[in-house]
């Protein structure tokens, strides 16, 4: 246990990282700041899931900013391989230099060393992370949206940190990235993945979470209005919808409730702005016809008391169960 | 490992869990890991970690000895006073799915809560967490214990004899033999098997590969060639779209009403899934069965056993609408995306609520890229789908075909053949009329249960 790997000297810890989550607005969550933690003293990539809009992007720059580091971020999607994630020639300063080399005479082999050197590498983010000067944090977002056979090319990528070009020859790391990957989980990542990962799940955020992330990022938000919003998306997220807001959705019903100069949230109002919660129009649907009454009389209801999780529960027993 | 722990240096005090301040006064009742601290025998807590590890995989997680070594030194890095961390810690190293989560809770809560025993005194009211021999489980678990990690398909071999949990005595438990069938028919599937198998296979990627004549350029290539003729990228290399699997989800009907078909279909399921390879198997009645790891075993008699033994209301009663619900719920953001076809085998019979039908087909529809429903009863002559459960759910179905023979499921080859119908989903509507007007009208939406 002695044998702890190298730690970049400005990373202090669980509270230091406390301290960046603070600054992104994020309210210091222990178990979000013990998986960075972990994942930065153990080096180990951190596979981050949970649903959309939970922040889970987040924690790769909160980690970023506590380490000190650059963010380098790969965005994985269908069909992505591995031209854009790892490298590309430079076709045209290729083409450039053969026209240059014309007159030179010189032989096709010697021509062909040249341009596939490093001068014409392109280096898409793997690779950038990997040869980067000091350890960058590489964020491999919605890894599950990239198919399978990229799913074990990153693999090979994370258990050896090199990379071979086969007109260069092997890259290897200078510096182990601090690797996380997240996943919305729209497909099972493969356990091979898994187990090279430290795990951390991200839930949606309690009430209190919720309502302090509200005030850091809407500051001239009035309390009575902010407690209100997030009520009512605890309440929200309890009906079965297509596509549960998150709390990016929040944050914009809370900006439009400001921008239409609401003091507080009243059906009328809700109505109005509802586009901002709901992105699914059957959700919008359901919602406008059975439960944004019954959900503000809850949240009328429970004003007084603690927005519990029991207490929720609660509430969320008292509403319409329409399908 | 000393330096770290004298003293909370990692946390004040102050951001301590709840669950520590209820676990009593510091020193009192943490557990195993204060005693291991507090007289420094790292000894104690590398087994008790290792313990642990091997309770957890137990229960299915991901934890070997990697796993256990990472979580040792993962915990060197924590402040083993503090209980809430060192759970956070374990946490986070050796959970590796949502799913874990409940499990690692429960098992945490049940192993490092009760204090340690000293070496050698054995606690006989329990056991002794720490005292147990390594790999075994106590006998007394309730059963209900194993239903998180219980279709997993990861478990430890020991699981599989317990796995069948406790149902409602309201449902039939008949277990049918599935030993007895032909060689013939065993025979056709296969056969029927390589056809679908191969039809599938031609679904296109977006992965490339070279090719003497593609649609797209491949410019890494070209450029290598052109080299020849001074730089001027006059032969293009060109690469194409790769052949890629698609994925199939079966959902097979093993209700009362199917019993003349369901042996025989199942079979089917279990070729189609050692053909395949990407093949995700449920049966359902009343509630739904993931079969997938069942019917992977490479004896088609011991995985048909297996596979009757995990149902527990085979031949019982239908609940379609109730069954989909759930799979949609716990598995089809995982397993059905746009690449996926789904396969429903089912007369249709549903005894359940046909609304909750109408949604979770609908829901279906709109993850999958085919949804094909394979009715045995639309082979018989004069059939026409108008049991209630039939008419709801036909209007999200893709292709509507007969499964009563081998020939039937034969011409399932073309009906994967075809692209989608793009026909207009009933929305709002729904093929009911009334359904919602009605819940409009009730006002509350109770009315619909």
């Known amino acids: ?323 | 490992m000393d330096g770290r722990l004298s003293g909370s240096a990692s946390l004040p005090p102050s951001s301590r869990g709840p669950a520590d301040a209820a676990s009593g006064p510091p020193g009192a009742s943490d557990g195993p890991l204060r005693a291991g601290a507090a007289q420094a025998r790292p000894g104690n807590l590398v087994a008790n970690v290792t313990l642990f590890g091997r309770r957890l995989r137990s229960r299915g997680l991901l934890v070997g000895p990697a796993e256990i070594e990472l979580a040792l030194r993962g915990l060197g890095e924590a402040n083993l006073a503090d209980r809430g961390e060192v759970r956070l810690v374990l946490r986070t190293i050796l959970c590796a799915r949502a799913e874990d989560l409940p499990v690692f809770d429960e098992e945490f809560e049940r192993f490092w809560s009760r204090p340690a025993p000293a070496p050698g005194s054995a606690r006989p009211e329990d056991g002794g967490g720490t005292q147990r021999p390594p790999g075994a489980i106590p006998g007394g678990e309730p059963q209900g214990q194993l239903s998180v990690t219980e279709w997993s398909g990861e478990g430890a071999p020991e699981e599989d004899e317990r796995a069948v949990p406790a149902y409602s005595p309201a449902e039939i438990r008949t277990r049918k033999d599935f030993a007895a069938f032909s060689a013939d028919d065993l025979e056709a599937i296969s056969e029927l098997i390589l056809l679908i198998a191969r039809r599938i296979a031609t679904r296109l990627s977006r992965r490339m590969r070279p090719a003497r004549r593609g649609s797209l350029v491949d410019l890494r290539r070209t450029m290598r060639r052109s080299l020849q003729y001074g730089g001027d990228p006059a032969p293009l290399v060109w690469r194409r779209r790769k052949i890629r699997k698609a994925k199939l989800v079966l959902l097979c009907d093993v209700s009362g009403s199917m019993d003349v078909y369901s042996r025989f279909l199942v079979q089917f399921i279990y070729a189609l899934q050692g053909t395949l390879g990407r093949v995700e198997s449920f049966l359902f009645s009343t509630q739904l069965t993931r079969v997938t790891d069942a019917l992977a075993q490479r004896d088609i008699k011991q995985a048909l056993q297996e596979a009757s033994r995990r149902v527990p209301d085979w031949s019982g009663g239908t609940k379609i609408g109730a069954c989909l619900h759930t799979f949609n719920e716990e598995y089809g953001r995982r397993l059905v995306d746009p690449r996926t076809i789904v396969i429903i085998c089912s007369d249709g019979w549903d005894t359940g609520d046909i609304d909750l039908l109408t949604s979770a087909m609908r829901t279906l529809r709109a993850r999958a890229g085919r949804l094909i429903w394979l009715n045995p009863l639309l082979g018989s002559p004069g059939y026409e789908p108008v049991t209630q459960g039939m008419s709801a759910a036909l209007p999200f179905v893709d292709v509507f075909a007969s499964a009563h023979n081998v020939r039937s499921l034969r011409e399932l080859e073309r009906h994967l053949r075809e692209p989608r119908r793009r026909h207009p989903l009933p929305r709002a509507a729904g093929p009911a009329p009334g359904r919602h007007a009605g819940r409009a009208v009730g006002g509350s939406g109770g009315t619909n249960r």
Request: glycine share 4%; proline share 6%; charged share 25%.
């Open chain 1, 1 to 323: 246990m002695a044998a702890a790997p190298t730690q970049p000297e400005q990373f202090r810890g669980i509270p230091n990282i406390a301290e960046a989550l603070r600054q992104q607005g994020y309210v210091a969550d222990r178990e979000v700041a013990t998986a960075i933690h972990l994942s930065v003293v153990l080096h180990k990539p951190l596979l981050i899931e949970g649903a959309a809009g939970v922040g889970k992007t987040e924690v790769a720059k909160v980690m970023a900013q506590a380490i000190g580091t650059d963010l380098i971020r790969l965005q994985c999607y269908e069909g992505l391989d591995v031209h854009t994630a790892l490298y590309e020639w430079n076709y045209q300063r290729q083409m450039l230099r053969i026209k240059l080399e014309e007159a030179t005479g010189r032989p096709v082999e010697e021509k062909e060393q040249v341009i596939f050197s490093e001068p014409f590498l392109l280096k898409r983010p793997l690779l950038q992370a990997i040869t980067a000067e000091r350890a960058p944090v590489l964020l491999i977002d919605e890894v599950d949206r990239a198919d399978e056979e990229f799913e074990a090319f990153l693999l090979e990528v994370l258990s050896d940190f090199q990379v071979s070009i086969p007109e260069i020859g092997t890259v290897r790391a200078r510096h182990i990235p601090h690797v996380v990957l997240t996943s919305n989980r729209t497909r099972e990542l493969s356990d091979a993945l898994r187990r090279r990962c430290l795990y951390l799940w991200i839930d949606y955020p309690s009430f209190e979470k919720e309502l302090t992330i509200v005030r850091a990022k809407v500051p001239e938000i009035n309390e009575r209005l902010a407690r209100q919003i997030c009520g009512f998306m605890q309440l929200v997220r309890t009906v079965p919808l297509a596509k549960v807001p998150g709390i990016a959705e929040t944050l914009d019903w809370s900006a439009a409730l400001m921008a239409l100069h609401y003091e507080h949230l009243d059906p009328g109002a809700v109505e109005e702005t509802l586009g901002c919660l709901c992105k699914d129009q059957e959700d919008l649907v359901r919602i406008r016809a059975h439960y944004v009454r019954p959900i503000l009389d809850a949240v009328d209801a429970a004003s007084g008391d603690g927005w519990t999780p029991e207490r929720v529960g609660q509430l969320a027993a008292q509403l319409p169960r329409a399908r």
